[in-house]
């Protein structure tokens, strides 16, 4: 049976052995100056992740499946699911034992387009300046956010946690009741 895209973490990302990587939030800035010197930007596109990967492979086998899999992937319309690999879980939830069997999800989307509060965390629950988030989109394509989390927040006695800064921006089609994925949050690339 053919591959479908885009490709699931387990169909590609998670075999590859990463010696390096980089994980970027790409600019997209205007940038004009006046005769007198004053300078004036201005944003021009979303922000968009960029990456790279150096990979290596164990042995010349490994090396020929990565490589077919690779050329796959430089087909037209050909995607996966990329993650932090070194990352698994948020800063004060390292390996994701504290979320358990939590499903959190967006209670709320501030019209700034910055920040959404979340429910469903256990008590008490902590994001940190820094951890990373997901969530689909739209539908038809279904879309991917990831977001990274600006401010320290931590959750209430009831697991309501308000007022999450984000960056980029949240996209319009964010939706109340959407699950947010904070165990090895993913996009596709």
Request: proline fraction near 6%; glycine fraction near 8%.
């Amino acid at each position: 049976m053919a591959l479908q895209f885009p490709l699931l973490l387990t169909q590609f990302f998670d075999q590859l052995t990463i010696s390096e990587s980089t994980f970027d939030l790409t600019e997209s800035l205007e940038t004009n100056e006046t005769g007198d010197g004053e300078y004036f930007t201005g944003d021009y596109g979303p922000r968009l992740w960029d990456g790279a990967l150096t990979i290596r492979a164990e042995t010349p086998d490994q090396a020929d499946r990565l490589v077919a899999r690779a050329e796959l992937l430089r087909s037209a319309g050909a995607t996966f699911f990329v993650s932090r690999k070194h990352r698994i879980g948020p800063i004060a939830d390292r390996n994701g034992t504290a979320l358990g069997t939590a499903t959190p999800v967006i209670s709320a989307l501030a019209t700034n387009n910055q920040e959404i509060d979340v429910s469903g965390l256990p008590p008490l629950y902590a994001l940190r300046e820094g951890d990373m988030l997901s969530f689909t989109y739209l539908s038809n394509p279904t879309r991917y956010a990831l977001h990274r989390v600006i401010s320290d927040k931590t959750a209430n006695a009831t697991g309501n946690l308000y007022n999450l800064q984000l960056s980029p921006l949240i996209r319009p089609g964010a939706a109340i009741n959407t699950g947010v994925t904070l165990i090895r949050p993913f996009c596709k690339a």
